[in-house]
């Protein structure tokens, strides 16, 4: 398949119609992935919902990633993207790729030794930008987040040949942003120092979406901080103020607001969250840029909460309201039902996104559900 030929074909689809959208841009996707090649296309925005090409780019990489999980691939993927895409928006697209193929493939840990050999062949060949140790860096740190490894995070951010090879990308708020992240989630580490970090990433004149996405959820883990639901509920409300339409920002405000006591303020923040929501029919994509990639992201208050967060007395009457709202949304989703985080069996921890795997071993593996609407994962009650 030509590069002409691909590019006249995502040029005819309509962009208003999502479903065909993601149909055209997944059959384009896998056969540039059948015949060998790579997209010969540019990309000029980060517009996941409507751009053509990043959609198309998106699944083949996807594609590409559910394939082989490993940093090689991942160091490919930063070469590619650096003579593809426009400078203007590389940056976000970079993130958003990185954090979530290493969530939908957070089941594919490389070891000690095939990082070490991989490490080689990537800093050898990198520019000197450090691009590709970069990116292939974010890629494995996010793999270590989404399974909530914080010791393992912190000491592969902090020592491991791949991470220094980032360079001055080290300093990038999303990078420190995943230190905090581990920092709240260790044991080992103060809050104090936990909170610094959170503070570098936070203030950064740099600062994106998914810095902040990673700092309100290494917060969410920060449960030996004594001052926990105020800070969550703190740059909670920052986040959504900046911005309001991200349904995510508003579960972790409510989150926030539930730990401090404030229960009618944080049903609030939920039924907006819900308004938020995008229907079905956009949900549908197989792409992880549209599905949750942040532990503790997941339409019950119960999930990504920490263990020995307080009981709240919610009652039948919350739960209603809860219903209600999402109802009202016109979405047809299953729904769940509100529980406190400290009401479900002790010997089953909490779910943080609908297609994460299951508690104990499968033999089936992680879920890897082309619709996240439509996953098995999430049927039935909370």
């Known amino acids: 398949m030509d590069a002409a030929t691909v590019s006249a074909r995502l040029a005819q689809i309509a962009t208003t119609d999502s479903r065909a959208l993601d149909r055209v841009c997944e059959q384009v996707a896998a056969a540039l992935l059948e015949a060998g090649q790579v997209p010969e296309f540019t990309l000029a925005s980060a517009d996941f919902d ?29 070469t590619w ?33 095939e990082l070490g050999k991989a490490t080689e062949d990537i800093v050898r060949g990198d520019a000197r930008d450090c691009d590709a140790a970069y990116f292939a860096a974010l890629y494995h740190a996010g793999k270590l987040r989404a399974n909530l490894y914080f010791d393992e995070l912190r000491q592969f951010l902090e020592s491991s040949l791949l991470a220094l090879a980032a360079g001055p990308h080290r300093q990038r708020p999303v990078f420190v942003a995943l230190q905090a992240f581990a920092a709240f989630g260790s044991r080992s580490i103060t809050a ?45 409300e920052e986040a959504v103020a900046r911005w309001p339409q991200d349904h995510l920002f508003h579960f972790r405000l409510a989150t926030g607001l539930h ?18 929501c995008q229907p079905p029919a956009a949900e549908s994509a197989t792409s992880c840029s549209r599905s ?51 009401a479900a069996p002790a010997s089953v921890p909490w779910s943080w996104s609908p297609c994460s795997p299951p508690p104990s071993p499968s033999p089936s593996g992680p879920c890897r559900s082309a619709s996240p609407a439509r996953c098995p994962c999430t049927t039935g009650s909370g």
Not at 201 to 216: A, F, G, I, Q, Y
Request: with cysteine; glycine share 6%; net charge negative.
């Open 292 to 342: 949750s990639t942040s532990p503790g992201a997941t339409p019950s208050w119960r999930d990504g909460l920490p263990p020995g967060a307080p009981r709240s007395s919610a009652s039948s009457g919350t739960n209603a309201r809860l219903s209600s709202s999402a109802a009202g949304s016109g979405r047809t989703r299953p729904t769940r039902t509100w529980r406190a985080p400290c």
């Open 192 to 236: 104090e120092h936990a909170v610094a970090l959170l503070d570098e990433s936070w203030n950064s004149p740099e600062r994106t979406r998914h810095s902040v996405d990673v700092c309100l959820n290494g917060i969410v883990f920060a449960s030996h901080h004594d001052s926990q639901g105020v800070l969550l509920r703190e740059r909670a």
């Open 81 to 113: 993207l650096a003579e593809h895409a426009d400078p203007c928006c590389r940056d976000e697209i970079l993130e958003k790729w990185t954090l979530g193929y290493s969530f939908i493939t957070r089941d594919s840990m490389e070891s000690a030794i």
């Open 259 to 276: 730990l401090c006591g404030a229960e009618d303020e944080a049903l609030r923040s939920i039924d907006t969250r819900c308004g938020c």
């Open 50 to 78: 409507t751009d053509a090409r990043l959609i198309c780019a998106d699944r083949y990489w996807r594609l590409r990633f559910l394939d082989e999980p490993s940093v090689r691939t991942a160091a490919e993927c930063a």
